[in-house]
């Protein structure tokens, strides 16, 4: 499974990961700003784009065609607008529609390949997103795969008593509605033992974050450098 | 319909990314000052929950089969505040992780997706509630959250100057407005089921001080959305009315005088002029987001 | 460390919200360093009765933890002092790291993140799990997920153990490592289970569950002899 990979990925040791997520994260957004502000027709800039990316996959270790490969997955609704406009006659916007969206997928990769989510949000909470919201993320990404899982269960228990296919209509859209409605109440069950387990364990009002963040001056000189990079490409220099 | 990166132009993306963030920090900020300490676990186990009930499927016609989106059901559960945030926390993990939709596209996506969408099935279900056609409402409600946020992403990509042929568009809305309708039966569905299990979890909206602002709000969305996408699909005919009325000269002076200054200045650099651009939307935008939280939040105190 | 008895439940009653009595008058005593098992149907209010001892939910009649009341004021003083390991490891395990999730009680509590890091290192070792620092908790199995829970509770350095089910997912070899981690550990213990082998490994004595009141106490061995609880001797009865 994809995100599966991913973390595979995100866990490797380099360089590249040991960076601070914060780091990383402001020069993904420089990086992408970049790539969205650039000329239809920047060929070059384009090409000198997708080399820094080669480069800190290389130096992150992550297979430089998985990378290639998976940013694929916005391929066929770029390549959907993209052919439109190219039958309208727009050849510029469509070649440049995807390959911006294919560069900005590729490093959106190359960012989660290379950062563990955990730290991520811890990077986003430091960056200023609100408290309440990268909560909900943590909470959201650690019961993903617990719900998930359950409503796999639900949908080969299903199966295995029959497909609906030929069953009245009223039925065919009802087994299905009590089964999210279920999902829906296991959940908010599980909410509420959750935060019982919580409440055992002392919570007073807030997570206390754990292992805090330090931006070291190795950190400040990779983002330097690398925003650098983007900036002279960007402006032609 | 979650956008990439690479389709907007600077000014659609920086203006909703703008919008987007300020109406998610305000919304951040209101949960977590508003609502019991216990909902923060449950807000995302619940997005957990509209991650999982997407694997459900409901056979719909001849093989095909759809699945929940989740909007509508969660706003009629959590309350529309929170229902928003948790819509907003599964787009940036969709971002993230799943790269699913643009990052740089996260605040188009969040407009689209959690807080348009969000809104208007909260409204409709509110204002029909009250007229007995409770679940006319709740089947709306679904109907046109998906109605507006895919409408909405089709005129950001037609303002960003996306040429989507009228044949591909009108196919796109018909498409759309099909989901809607699968959308506003599966929720009614499920929130039927729901209140067989437990009628407790699905809230009764607050009595509303103004029906009419809400009205307005979701016919000014339609409206928008519509115009947008005539401008982009047949961009003639808009300009002769424009032409017909005399508004196209006062327009063009309207917008081209400001930045026209900046743009002579800047001369060298037209992707700055650009960015400036982006930044006179991103203010105007933030005001528009700020009114649009300030909506939904008040929603929840009633 | 407290005086005797560590726990002193004295008719306690809990209605549900819907009027069903779940306990019916429950009276209990646990001196330190004893463990007791909690048998009896499913239903009988085993886990009802488990979430009164460190305030979850509260009833009528008086509950004391060392001496102190179950009430508002005493309430973290308790939930440091009434270590709760609850049936579903996956509720209870909520962070995103296996280190974090550890370090969750002490930080709530106020203890610097060094000092609560420390600690938490201390606890996973005790439970050998000292590798499983940097690991999400969805990548463990459910003896590790087990494991961890308990190290989650250890770090507070309860005086009473509550174990619900301890041994629900868990194959035979990972029962026998439970069984032998639980029989090291010093403090006093309460175990609600169907699993008479759990019973009769950790526990001397036994208080019998039906319909909401403690219908018999005693030695574990006599009361799964007088209530058949032996899953193996339905045959001989």
Redesign the interface.
Known sequence: M??VV?EQWSRRASRVHALDPRAKLVV??LL??A?????ALGGAQFAAYAGLLAAVVLAAGLPPGGVAL??G??LP??GA?AV??W??G?VA?SV??????????FA??V??GTTP?AR?FAGLERLG?????V??????????F???E???H??LAAQSRGA??RAPRRT???A??????????R??R???A??QA?LARG?A??VEPVAPLRLAGKDLLAAGAASGAILAI??GL | MHI?????S?PV?AGLGAAGLSA??L???R??RELA??A??????????V???Q?????IAA?TSGH?VGSA?LTY?LGPAPAA??M???L??Q?????DG???ALGANVVNMALAAVLVAHLCYRYLERSQLRGAGMFAGGALSVLVAGGLALAE?GLS?????PA?LGLSLGLLAVNGLIEG??TL??V???E???PG?VRKPEAEARPALGILLIAGLLLVTAGVLVASAAPDSLEWLAEEVGLAERARHLFETPLADYQARFIA?P?LA??TAGLAGLAAAFALSVSLGRLLIRRRRG | MCGEPLIEVVNLRFRYEDGTAALDGVDFRLSASETVALLGPNGSGKTTFLLHLNGLLQGEGEVRVCGLKVEKQNLAAIRRKVGLLFQDPDEQL?MPSVLEDVAFGPLSAGVPPEEALRRARQALAQVGMAEACDRAPYHLSAGEKRRVALAGVLVAEPEVLILDEPTTYLDPPGQRDLVALLRRLPQAKIIATHDVNLARALAQRAVFFERGRIVSDGPVEELIERFGWDTSAASGS
């Open positions: 994809h995100h991913l993904t957004l992408l700003i790539i969205a502000t650039s000329p998976r940013a997955i916005v609704f770029a607008l439109m406009n039958l309208a727009d916007r440049a529609i995807l390959l911006k969206s294919y560069l900005s997928v959106a990769l960012l989660v989510v991520l997103a609100p408290r309440s919201l909560l909900v993320l943590q909470f959201l990404y650690r019961y993903l617990v719900i998930s359950q409503a796999q639900m949908r609906l296919e065919r859209l009802r299905p509605a009590s089964a999210v409605a279920v999902l829906f109440a959940s908010y599980r909410a509420e959750v935060y919580m919570f009002g807030h960007r402006l | 990439p990166d690479g389709f907007l600077t993306w998610v920090g919304l951040g900020r949960v977590q300490e216990s923060v676990p449950r807000l995302g186990v619940m997005g957990a929950f991650f999982a009930a694997m459900i499927n409901f056979p093989g929940l059901l559960t945030l948790v907003s926390a599964v940036v993990l971002a993230l992780v799943f790269q643009g990052i740089l990509l100057g996306v040429r989507i042929p591909i039966a599966l569905a499920v039927r089921a729901l067989r299990l437990s979890w650099w992707w650009q960015a | 909520f």
